[in-house]
């Protein structure tokens, strides 16, 4: 029951986040999952407060320990930023790990429509992955094709898996 209310709320957020606008600053266009990051931090903020009821009522600390780790998964999983500019892509996580792919590095375009994500490969594998929850995503997809000069973007399913033919 709890895996088909989340399913629920993640096609809302991606219904939500088509026609959720781009931002525009000074560094590029800016596409953000503002959306997936609301319900994020009252996640974050529910498993917190149940932690505290734990501790608060001194009952066996084990039971801290699941609302616990999903924050964590929460803070680890947190969406991060995708920057357009006239040099290339940006991704920043919130911990400081930064991908950057110049215009004239990008080898691939990539989309997959189970979850509406789009990956962005350079030549050595690097990827900067627009999820289903970020912002418009066919303004995404038109931006890069346009500024990349690629002219199609791959089919995740229709990627053939080595993995059969090595068995």
């Known amino acids: 029951m709890t895996f088909i209310l989340l399913r629920i709320i993640l096609q809302w957020l991606r219904r939500r ?13 800016v596409f953000t999952a503002r959306g997936l990051k ?6 974050i903020l529910l498993s917190v407060s149940i932690v505290a ?7 066996a600390i084990w039971l801290a320990a699941f ?3 999903f924050a964590v998964g929460c803070m680890a999983n947190w969406p991060a930023n995708i920057v357009l500019n006239d ?7 919130w911990w400081g790990r930064t991908r950057r792919i110049a215009w004239d590095e990008v080898s ?3 989309f997959r429509s189970r979850d509406g994500s789009t990956f962005v490969f350079d030549a050595n594998d690097t990827a900067i992955r627009h999820s289903g929850c970020h912002a418009n995503s066919r303004r995404f997809q038109a931006e890069v094709m346009a500024r990349s000069g690629l002219r199609q973007i791959a089919d995740w399913d229709a990627i053939p898996s080595l993995q059969s033919a090595s068995q």
């Not at 609301?38 to 996640?43: D, G, K, L, Q, V």
């Not at 009821?53 to 009952?59: D, G, H, I, M, S």
Request: net charge positive; proline share 3%.
């Open 53 to 59: 009821a734990v501790l608060n009522f001194k009952e």
């Open 38 to 43: 609301r319900c994020y931090a009252f996640f």
């Open 67 to 69: 609302p616990t780790m």
């Open 17 to 29: 986040a088509c026609v959720a606008e781009v931002k525009q600053s000074a560094a590029g266009l």
């Open 87 to 93: 040099y290339g892509l940006m991704q920043r996580e």
């Open 108 to 110: 691939s375009i990539v």
